[in-house]
Each structure stands twice: as C-alpha cells, then as structure tokens.
C-alpha cells in the first residue's frame, strides 16, 4: 500500500501472525477500490482515495458456524473446469464458502454462471453459510464513476443472492465483506472456523 497501511488491514493482520482466538469481524467504514500506478515511482508517497463503505448486506436468519473454504471466484471457476480436487459434498456439510471477484471485474451474468455450477454440483445446498467480499469495480483498464461503480456492485449483489437462493433458501449470505482485491483487508483464516450470528448480525473468526 502506499503512503501506509490501512489500520484496519494491520489490525487483522495482527490477528493472523501474531494471536489465536476468536475475533469479532467488524464493517470498516470507508474502502478503497481505485488503485495508484506502481511503476511511477512519485506515487509511493500518495494516499489512495477512500470512500464511504455501505456496510455488509446480510441475508438469511440462521446462526451457524463452519470451517472456511473458497477464494476468488475466477478461481473457483477453474477448480471446477479443471477438475482440482476440492472437499466432498460431505465435507461441504461443515463448510461456509466465501467467495470475492477480482480485478477482472466480472460481468454478472459470468458471476451467475459460477455460482450455478457450485449449485448444480450441490454445494450450495450443503454449505452452512456464504460470505462474499466487497467487489472490486474499478480497474485502470475499467474505469468506472461512483455511480457506475455503485450499478455494477448492486448487479453482482443481487445476482449472487438470486442463485443462491435457487439452491438454497434459507443459508445466511453476507456481502460486501472487507476481503478480497479491495482495501482496507480482513485477513479470513483459510479453513479455520467461523461463527454466524444472523440473530444479532455479528461474524466471529478463529486465527
């Protein structure tokens, strides 16, 4: 990051390195999708721009807990076109997926076919929850407007949520969680447990 890193990225980091325990996941209040050009040198010493963060979208009314397994979801995509190993449909039982989209800045209509797929194979209809990463929707190469940008997120929100609950109605889906190929970061434990409470909309995380 340049300039600094973000305090919120540092505070998670901490709990990765350096703490065991569980820890509450918390909304940060301003993120940041609009990178600065690393191979000019004069911007290392520049603030990124910060926005208003809109806070998790949360969806479904069970609490829950399960071990965490998932990632970009362009990566997803190629597990499954390749046929990588990934956990049974048995293990999937005690999984919650998270998934976030990259700097790709995938159309919706690409979103909803991956998440078909994870549908179709049955894994949405076993997992315990799902959280998705705030979506990045800002790339040098796409350079959208607050307004675009906004569209563009809602769309991906609100496609997520539409397949998921094809194959699943009543698992608990947060979006716009603070991971993925945005700042400032969570540092989600891979495979470690996280516990859901949609009664009181809180998130809590081992390291």
């Known amino acids: 990051m340049q300039k600094r890193m973000d305090e919120y990225t540092v505070k998670y980091l901490k709990y990765a390195l350096f703490n065991s325990g569980e820890f509450e996941l918390r909304p940060s209040n301003i993120y940041n999708d609009i990178g600065l050009p690393w191979d000019n040198v004069s911007t290392l010493d520049q603030a990124r721009i910060y926005e208003k963060n809109e806070g ?50 995938p159309s919706s209509d690409y979103v909803a076919r991956v998440y078909r797929a ?69 540092c989600l434990p891979y495979g470690g447990k996280v516990r859901i409470v949609s009664s009181e909309k809180r998130i809590f995380a081992e390291f």
Do not use: M
């Not at 929850?129 to 675009?148: C, H, I, N, Y």
């Open 56 to 105: 998790w979208y949360w969806n479904g009314d069970n609490d829950t807990e399960g071990v965490t397994w998932g990632g970009c979801l362009e990566s997803i995509d190629e597990l499954l076109r390749h046929g990588v190993s990934i956990p049974t449909l048995d293990e999937f039982k005690n999984i919650v997926l998270f998934t976030e989209t990259s700097e790709e800045i």
């Open 118 to 186: 994870l549908g179709e194979r049955g894994i949405l209809k076993k997992v315990r929850g799902v959280l998705v990463g705030r979506p990045k929707a800002w790339e040098f190469d796409k350079q959208k407007s607050s307004e675009e940008k906004a569209k563009y997120k809602k769309e991906q929100r609100d496609t997520t949520l539409a397949i998921i609950r094809k194959y699943n109605p009543t698992v608990p889906v947060i979006q716009n969680i603070d991971f993925g190929h945005t700042d400032p970061q969570i």
